[in-house]
């Protein structure tokens, strides 16, 4: 067939000839539209100044050519529509001889009647028609009306067309489209992801971790977050492709396998730049995270105190800022997923400007709840009672050492970022002493900067703990380098100089002749033990406890009543457990730092005495 419908009057027969020659060009399997289609679209239309149209198959294949005004062009009715979750397979283009590439609210409302795979508008722009855009628009779901959405991309030079994936997109959006009409939503659904890592300039090596070890904890990560993984991809370059990441030809040969195994989600192990991640989507044609938008979102779901959800939506904004001006072609993220979930989400998709502002507010209410931890802080320490925090690799067994050791029912379970918000309890220790402990949200190799700045506050109470106790998973391969990894992040908020009690946790999933305990405990302040099983943890107070011992103390001080002031400088500077009035002077017992009873020393009384 080869029938030029629409409005022919005044059209000579030698331009009519060259739109029938449309029919014989066919676009490659994959391609959204030909720089080639393009430009002869163009040329035409400058000629004859009319908007022109093409249908072309999934196949690539053109089977209508149409013509119209010089504003619009009527479009042929879409045969061989198929169920409420597919779309036509026909994609529409046509040209605009204004030069504007964005779509026309008539050309939105054709997509939608006529669900079209996409909607494609090539901005002519004369004489250099290689200078011409295009924008195109897809339906990407539908609302609670169950009226179709849809979202407009570009504009795009040609080149950047020719670099996306369209099948993808296709596939991406008839998936989505399914789901929502469906008994099973979008968000409930388990995505199907492909992780990919790289190994650049032994980048890796130097943390002491391998290529295969990184993709393995990302596909915990990716489990912890809902997604099922089916493929991993790894390679190693000489450094990452300013681009693609891993090299325009490797993104081909992913978005191929994508197309194949019907993939919602790639997922790379390291964090791309806001291009890299718009490149990639745009060529394979499905939504692309990295490794920190992966932590991100699943801190996203672990947060439930409203301080949790104000630092997890500070350190969203704060990674979305610098991407919010280009997020690609995510066309799934009206239904939700991994990646679009959290207290921030509803701020994606609003300008700079209001997310900066959005920042500055919740900076103001983080340092209002900062403030209230450090009059907090300020009560313990005037009460000279000694802080002890929990630090470690996520999933190490922290919450569960807090539950074992105060008797507690916080969350803990064996996965990553079980538990996010702090959780302080009382810890009572062999030598009647009382002591504050703190869990705190765990470590994990290359943790997102954004993380470490939005949760300062929190971390502050790692800062200021007395003691710190280190957990680490000894039964875990890669203990060491999990151990490193966490002094690199206590080294990052300036905590690595504190007393810390290295905590060999979980002893019992070694081999019963296992020689490894022994030489653990044999390390200067570190101890084997198991939280589950309630393995050594008497030794472990204990140790804690000698740990203390040297920083509080309680003793009976005798004032005379002629130095009001010492009196007074004791109240204020330590907790008065007891009072009494003596003909010599007024006699206290007070909880106090160690470091400050050399100021009052020449007061020391005994505690019998009267």
């Known amino acids: 067939m080869s029938e030029i419908l ?17 029919y014989d060009m066919k676009l490659s399997s994959g391609q959204l539209l030909s720089a080639e289609l393009a430009l002869k679209l163009a040329d035409i239309t400058e000629f004859i100044n009319r908007e022109v149209s093409v249908y072309i198959t999934r196949s690539g294949q053109i089977i209508r050519v149409a013509v119209g005004s010089n504003e619009t062009v009527e479009l042929p009715a879409v045969e061989g529509r198929r169920g409420s979750s597919r779309l036509s397979g026909i994609r529409c283009v046509h ?10 609210g008539v050309d939105i409302s054709a997509l939608k009647a006529n669900r079209f795979d996409c909607m494609i508008a090539i901005g002519v722009t004369a004489p250099d028609y290689t200078q011409s855009t295009l924008g195109f628009g897809m339906i990407v779901g539908m609302d609670e009306n169950e009226q179709f959405v849809v979202e407009n991309y570009g504009p795009l030079t040609m080149a950047e067309a020719e670099t996306i994936y369209f099948p993808n997109l296709v596939t991406t959006v008839e998936r989505i489209l399914e789901k929502q009409t469906s008994s099973t939503s979008l968000a409930q659904a388990q995505e199907r992801a492909v992780l990919v890592g790289m190994e650049y300039n032994g980048m890796l090596n130097t943390l002491g971790w391998t290529i295969e070890d990184s993709v393995e904890e990302l596909k915990q990560l990716a489990d912890t977050a809902g997604a099922q993984v089916v493929a991993k991809f790894m390679q190693k370059r000489p450094k990452p492709d300013p681009a693609f990441f891993i090299g325009k030809g490797k993104i081909q040969e ?9 993939i919602d989600l790639c997922i790379f192990d390291d964090e791309l730049s806001p291009a890299q991640q718009r490149n990639i989507e745009q060529a394979m044609g499905i939504r692309v995270l990295d490794r920190t938008a992966l932590i991100l979102d699943i801190f996203a779901q672990r947060a439930s105190t409203n301080e949790g959800k104000l630092q997890v939506e500070l350190a969203q904004l704060q990674y979305n800022l610098p991407r919010i001006m280009g997020k690609g072609l995510s066309l799934s993220r009206l239904g939700g997923g991994i990646g679009t979930r959290g207290p921030g989400e509803t701020k994606l998709e609003v300008d700079r400007r209001r997310i900066r502002d959005r920042i500055a507010y919740i900076k103001e209410c ?3 709840v900062k403030s209230v931890r450090t009059l907090h802080r300020a009560g313990r320490n005037k009460a000279s009672v000694p802080t002890v925090s929990l630090v470690g690799y996520t999933n190490a067994g922290k919450s569960t050492l807090l539950n074992t050791l105060t008797n507690s029912d916080i969350y803990a379970k064996d996965q990553l970022f079980a538990t996010l918000d702090p959780t302080t309890r009382q810890l009572d220790l062999p030598n009647k002493q009382q002591a504050i402990l703190t869990d705190t949200v765990g470590f994990i190799q290359r943790l997102p900067h954004q993380l470490v700045a939005a949760f300062q506050s929190t971390l502050e109470e790692v800062v200021e703990a007395d003691v710190l106790l280190h957990v680490i998973d000894v039964s875990h391969e890669l203990y060491k380098e999990q151990s490193n990894a966490v002094y690199h992040v206590l080294d990052q908020i300036g905590a690595k100089d504190k007393t810390i009690i290295t905590v060999y946790n979980k002893i019992d999933k070694l081999p019963a002749d296992s ?3 022994a030489r653990l405990a044999q390390e200067e302040n570190s101890i084997c033990i198991s939280a589950k ?10 140790l804690i406890a000698e740990n203390l011992k040297l920083k509080a ?12 002031a010492t009196a007074a400088r004791l109240h204020n500077v330590g907790t008065v ?16 730092a160690a470091d400050q009873l050399g100021e009052f020393e020449k007061y020391l009384s005994k505690g019998e005495e009267n």
């Open 515 to 517: 020689a490894l305990p």
């Open 577 to 592: 457990l007891e009072q009494e009035y003596l003909a010599e002077g007024t006699k206290l017992k007070v909880r106090l």
């Open 553 to 564: 103390v309680e003793e009976y001080f005798l004032i005379p009543y002629s130095d009001s």
């Open 254 to 262: 992913l978005a191929l396998f994508v197309q194949q195994e019907n």
């Open 533 to 542: 099983a309630n393995i050594n943890l008497d030794k472990l107070l204990e």
């Open 366 to 368: 983080i340092g209002k």
């Open 6 to 22: 629409g409005n022919l009057k005044g059209i000579r027969n030698s331009v009519i000839e060259e739109l029938k020659t449309l």
């Open 95 to 104: 040209t605009h001889p204004n030069g504007t590439p964005s779509l026309s």
